[in-house]
């Protein structure tokens, strides 16, 4: 089962359309059943569309990378507050 630190951290090959197809089918799985990814996806593919109309060249992908990597960390600290509430 996919979690939301493991979705942040494939997005940007996600919408890239690089990712192999089982887990492509493991991330649209876990969008249908996730608001707050479906949101990230959201914001990060407008993110990158932004960045590859501002640069002639490659995306940023080591941008790209902290942006997965700060909201796996803001998603993580959500969850586990979430599991205390329980
Ligand atoms: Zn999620």
Known sequence: MLMCRDLAVIASDYIDGELAGLQNLSVKLHLMMCGDC??????????????????????????LRRIGERVAEALNARTSRASDNE
């Not at 479906?38 to 941008?63: V, W, Y």
């Open 38 to 63: 479906r949101t990230f996806i959201g914001n990060l593919r407008a993110t990158t569309d932004l960045m590859k109309a501002h640069s002639s060249g490659q995306p940023d992908e080591e941008l």
